[in-house]
């Protein structure tokens, strides 16, 4: 009685939490967990770093780069190289932003109706016909990298954005459909009994009770292909060789950071700062979804 009468004191309390303290060993005492977080803050220091350094350099006139070094503060803030930079990557990215919205709400509406089609229609050969859509998962891209572009070539549709749209659209389907299939299959089917009954058809199941149960899961997927496609590098490429203006983003970065760089130095870091932007957001619309829990929307574990 005495005891509990102690703890309940602000001092028993605190004596109380002190001797816990004391008893913690392995990785909850307090010299692991000192390691520990200094082993934190340096690894975030050293990923930070590179872009502490890039919006430093970025910012500095053509004067300082002669006189100072790398690790120095700027004299003087250069604004002015942003609007060099700018400038240089508005068309580019305009490019790289159309393609990428319009391949990404294509993939997501067709694989997702794809996949509602799989789980909740049953018809002959439902389960071969998917294994099939996923076996071209088996083979690395590169495989076929000559195939597709040629069979691009004999299209006539070599140098056109349309060479972008089709590959994107085909290949990013594969993934998404085995993603949304294995979610949806998880998906209460009560539900869409009582929408039966209710007189609801294949339509409106679909955009009412499935994309809305759906929409963490379409997010997270359709934010990874918005980013796969923004950072493409290989096949945009070969599509525009010999026309920098019609190509994205990517394959003419290293291009237009040198030729703002002919303005000012600092221009072609801040290009690099600039061509990230879009990622930014993306990312952090994506770990919305996934810290907030809506990723698990409407599945049963």
Request: glycine share 6%; hydrophobic share 50%.
């Amino acid at each position: 009685m005495l005891r509990n009468n102690a703890i309940a004191t602000p001092s028993g309390l605190y004596l109380t939490i002190k001797r816990r303290r004391r008893h913690r060993s392995g990785i909850e005492a307090w010299p692991a967990q000192t390691v520990l977080i200094v082993f934190l803050v340096f690894s975030t220091l050293l990923v930070i770093l590179p872009v502490l350094v890039t919006v430093m350099l970025s910012l500095k006139p053509n004067a300082d780069f002669v006189t100072q070094n790398i690790w120095a503060l700027p004299t003087s803030l250069a604004f002015k190289n942003y609007t060099y930079a700018f400038n240089e990557i508005l068309g580019n990215m305009f490019n790289t932003l159309w393609i990428d919205v319009v391949s990404t709400v294509s993939v997501t509406l067709l694989s997702t109706y794809t996949a509602y089609i799989f789980v909740r229609k049953k018809f002959p050969g439902r389960n071969v016909l998917f294994y099939c859509i996923i076996i071209p998962t088996m083979c690395p891209g590169i495989v076929y990298l000559t195939a597709q572009y040629l069979n691009i070539v004999n299209m006539g549709l070599f140098g056109t954005y349309w060479a972008l749209y089709f590959p994107y659209l085909a290949g990013n389907q594969i993934g998404s459909i085995f993603l949304y299939r294995t979610f949806m299959a998880q998906q209460p089917e009560d539900i869409y009994d009582a929408a039966r009954i209710d007189g609801a058809g294949d339509f409106r199941m679909f955009f009412k009770i499935c994309l809305p149960l759906s929409v963490g899961i379409i997010m997270v997927q359709s934010i990874g292909i918005f980013s796969a496609i923004y950072n493409d590098y290989l096949w945009p490429m070969m599509m525009f060789v010999g026309k920098p203006e019609r190509a994205t983003l990517m394959p003419v970065l290293q291009e237009l950071a040198n030729r703002a760089g002919t303005e000012a130095k600092g221009a072609g870091y801040a290009l690099y700062l600039l061509s990230g932007i879009p990622l930014i957001i993306a990312t952090s619309v994506s770990l919305k979804f996934s810290i907030s829990g809506e990723f698990a929307a409407g599945l049963k574990y």
